[in-house]
């Protein structure tokens, strides 16, 4: 054949050993991405693999072939797994198992059975079976990182592509028997090609998959509020990078009363369960497209896109009165807590959101000095 088959099979040992090591490196510094620690166990398993082909190709004892073929259907087994621990943040142990089992068993009857070359052509078509259903997994979540997860999933098409073409060789040159020789094709060749540039492509690729899920990670947290998971100020204020409003953008200011004296009679951890509670009642009062924010300490925003004057004092009045029927718990006593808000909308084809918001906290204001618990507009037509 055209190819070195042992240069070749050392070159995927190598870049096995290479992948392994980069993915549990990066394990090591980010131990909350235990997907990485099950990938770097597959690409172990690969390599292990790899050395049993190679034990077979020096001694031709079928025994190797068999032990390569299971090591190899597992590890793209456990590759599955790793998928939906990066998915969904579990590892689907019945799954993998079935995979495991379903994939091994034929090819450890056949081996057992004497049929040493059908063995082997099933360990290749339950590799490229496993790999094609991985494949697909990966295609379906591509949203993700469009680019890099989408380049995965091709090179385990890929890779089925080379394994079906053994499968079709060895159905050819050896259906049942390998009689005594190693079987060293052209197929098998582009085999180990294929998956030395896939070894090295998929690495790269789920360390930069990984690398963009922490950068994503890390702006979604420095644009939220860690107490109340609500939007904070910056993320307001990158949602309008202009620094203007549409026309018709309602824009409520909510002030939690005497929430001080609350917070200092009954503890720090009462007032960080009234913000929580707070929060959870206007998510849960808000249309989808409204944005909530917590501004700081008990004061919170509501920007109302597409809506009107009444439509955000309506809103405003109903989570007033809501949060005044609410009680919250301080050492088995029920303690209440009122709101004030101010209310202001964008009149003009484009408005500043500090002008916007300065005009609420003056309707605050005037809540405030009129007795708290209201709702409150000013009447100036600035913004």
């Known amino acids: 054949m055209g190819f070195d088959y042992n240069s070749l099979l050392m070159a995927s ?74 998915s969904t943040g579990r590892f689907a142990f019945r799954t993998v198992a079935l995979l495991v089992i379903g994939t091994a068993a034929p090819i450890i009857v056949t081996n057992a059975l004497g049929y040493d070359g059908l063995s ?3 360990t290749n078509l339950m590799s490229g079976l496993v790999l094609f259903f991985c494949g697909y997994h990966y295609w379906t979540v591509r949203y993700e990182s469009p680019g890099p997860i989408t380049a995965i999933a091709v090179l385990h098409w890929m890779l089925v592509v080379t394994f079906l073409l053994c499968v079709i060789v060895l159905a050819i040159e050896a259906p049942l028997y390998f009689e005594e020789r190693v079987l060293d094709t052209w197929a098998e060749g582009l085999n180990l090609m294929v998956a030395v540039i896939a070894l090295s492509g998929i690495g790269g690729l789920f360390v930069t998959v990984h690398q963009e899920r922490i950068s994503r990670r890390h702006r979604d947290a420095s644009l939220s509020d860690p107490l109340t998971g609500l939007n904070n100020r ?23 009363d005497n929430f001080k004296s609350l917070n200092d009679e009954h503890g720090h951890a009462f007032g960080d369960a009234v913000l929580r509670s707070f929060a959870t009642m206007i998510e849960e009062n808000c249309r989808e497209e409204d944005i909530a924010v917590r501004l700081g300490g008990e004061e919170f925003v509501l920007l109302l896109p597409e809506s009107s004057l009444t439509e955000a004092i309506a809103l405003a009045e109903r989570i007033r009165g809501t949060m005044g029927r609410m009680t919250h718990s301080a050492e088995g006593q029920l303690v209440s807590c009122t709101v004030s808000a101010g209310v202001a909308l964008a009149e003009k084809g484009q408005t500043s959101l500090d002008s916007l918001i300065r005009k609420a906290d003056n309707a605050l204001y005037l809540s405030k000095r009129s007795g708290r618990n209201r709702v409150s507009q000013t009447t100036s037509s600035a913004a």
Do not use: K, N
């Open 234 to 256: 910056r993320a307001l204020f990158e949602r309008f990078p202009s620094g203007q409003v549409p026309q018709g953008c309602g824009l409520i200011v909510l002030d939690l």
């Open 13 to 86: 040992g190598a870049a096995g050993a290479a992948l392994c090591f980069t993915l549990m490196s990066s394990w090591l510094r980010q131990r909350t991405s235990p997907f990485l620690l099950t990938w770097a166990l597959c690409i172990a398993v690969i390599v292990a693999a790899v050395i049993a082909f190679a034990a077979l190709h020096v001694t031709s004892a079928s025994v190797y072939a068999m032990i390569a073929g299971v090591l190899l259907v597992s590890a793209f087994s456990i590759s599955y797994g790793g998928f939906t621990q990066f």
């Open 120 to 122: 082997y052509l099933l």
